[in-house]
């Protein structure tokens, strides 16, 4: 934190602590996902906090505050999928979940436990891909659509069609999955696009002027 605060903090002469610190929190809440909620953790019940909303392939998902129970006397690894289900394993962190804790068990109480909860993994653990049907016309991505890494376009095409993305530096995985001959082109509201054929495959990148390729077709 900077030397100059911008945060409303609480001081001595502040009346109702309370609803400060009760708004401080709610500010920071989506950075609280998944985390242990102290008031529901008992013997070998954990508790944790939902979250508001994770965009999972361009679409929001929520999960209310709720609580799982471990096993007993035995070291615990708590993770969370993509439909934001939370499930304990025995071994290790399941590869195709996000690592929440790392919680060791007594006979009837939890003794001890670890945050794994990486920013890093979380990008990771979110990555969107969608699926868009072109319906033989332009389609503009959402805003929801956009910040997914990975896209599947399908259809019949009679013509060439566009697919119309933010004009910002990001790039994208695109999979022409259409037919008619005339592929798909991938371009902005301003500047050059790239066509990508029908069946092939590509990564192409908004440069702030222009759509251009980093892969050739594959």
């Not at 590869?95 to 920013?119: F, M, N, Q």
């Not at 259809?155 to 259409?178: C, E």
């Amino acid at each position: 934190m900077d030397s100059t605060n911008t945060l409303d903090l609480i001081s001595v002469s502040v009346g109702e602590k309370e609803v400060s610190a009760n708004a401080l929190l709610a500010a920071a809440y989506p950075v609280m996902a998944f985390a242990r909620k102290d008031a529901d953790t008992t013997a070998l019940t954990w508790g944790y906090y939902g979250v508001p909303r994770w965009k999972i392939n361009g679409v929001a998902v929520s999960k209310a505050n709720s609580s799982i129970l471990l096993t007993a006397s035995l070291t615990r690894y708590l993770s969370v999928d993509r439909t934001l289900a939370v499930s304990e394993a025995s071994t290790a962190f399941a590869p195709d979940k996000l690592a929440l804790y790392k919680i060791v068990t007594g006979s009837a109480t939890i003794t001890s436990h670890e945050d794994h909860r990486d920013p890093h993994h979380i990008n990771r653990f979110l990555y969107g891909r969608f699926t868009l049907a072109m319906a033989d016309a332009n389609q503009t991505l959402t805003y929801e659509q956009a910040m997914c890494e990975s896209m599947e376009l399908t259809g019949a095409l009679t013509a060439l069609r566009d697919v119309i993305v933010p004009l910002v530096p990001r790039d994208w995985k695109i999979y022409a999955n259409t037919s008619g001959g005339h592929g798909v082109r991938v371009i902005a509201a301003s500047g050059t696009g790239i066509t990508i054929a029908d069946g092939k495959r590509a990564i192409v990148e908004c440069d702030g002027t222009n759509i251009v390729r980093i892969t050739a077709d594959v």
